[in-house]
């Protein structure tokens, strides 16, 4: 499984866009990039995967490089509720979490 | 999409004893897992369990401490075996559902408590 490295905490204000970096050097030709969020007292929520270029969908864009050894999850517009820990997760079935970024927004 | 519901939410237990967890699903599922969540820090996977096979633990599980029924496509128990306090954690079941893309459903979590 690749190891995932993202920053440990961010924070941002309401309306702001939030973009969380996370490496993955090792990743392997066939390892998809999926991000998780997860409230307190929650099970993580998909909120999005790609493999290649750009992806986007009503909550979050996901951009990964040609050499997919990175990919930035972007938040526009944030809003207190947004107030989580997100994982960057990258293989196929079998997830191994690294430790998340706590994304925190204030008023 | 996939709901799952698990039972209990949470339970505080004595030392030496053993918790079964169940884990429903409303939809059948092949591929189901079973994660630990120790307070404050990332979850980690103790075990895969599919319909019709032996669960497959990962480094650190073994199966005496932590046994695993998979008896339907909607259905899975973990049990948590002869407890101790470091086994307080938050448990949590997920599944992958079927699509073209690898999402992973999870669980609301039991929380445990051994004293």
């Known amino acids: 499984l690749a190891k995932t490295t993202q920053p440990i905490s961010m924070d941002s204000y309401e309306g702001q866009e939030v973009n969380i970096t996370c490496s993955h050097n090792?990743?392997?030709?066939?390892?998809?990039i999926t991000w998780y969020q997860q409230f307190p007292s929650q099970g993580p929520r998909f909120i999005i995967q790609?493999?290649?270029t750009k992806v986007t969908n009503e909550v979050a864009s996901l951009f990964i490089p040609a050499d997919r050894k990175s990919s930035t999850l972007s938040l526009p517009r944030v809003s207190l509720s947004d107030t989580a820990v997100y994982y960057c997760?990258?293989?196929?079935?079998?997830?191994?979490f690294g430790a998340g970024t706590t994304v925190t927004v204030r008023a | 999409s996939a709901v799952i519901s698990q039972k209990p939410s949470r339970d505080i237990c004595q030392r030496g004893t053993s918790l079964t967890i169940q884990c429903q699903v409303d939809?059948?599922?092949?591929?189901m897992f079973w994660y630990r969540q120790q307070p404050g820090q990332s979850l980690t996977l103790i075990a895969t369990?599919?319909?019709?096979?032996?669960?497959?633990?990962e480094s650190g599980f073994v199966i005496d401490k932590f046994p695993i029924s998979r008896p339907n496509l909607t259905f899975s128990t973990l049990t948590v075996s002869n407890m101790s306090p470091e086994d307080s954690s938050i448990y949590l079941c997920?599944?992958?559902?079927?699509?073209?893309?690898?999402?992973?459903?999870f669980g609301p979590g039991t929380r445990l408590t051994v004293l």
């Open positions: 997920s599944v992958r559902a079927g699509g073209p893309i690898y999402e992973q459903f």
């Open positions: 090792n990743i392997a030709t066939n390892d998809y």
């Open positions: 790609g493999y290649k």
């Open positions: 997760l990258v293989g196929d079935y079998k997830l191994s």
């Open positions: 939809s059948q599922v092949t591929m």
């Open positions: 369990a599919n319909q019709g096979s032996e669960a497959t633990y």
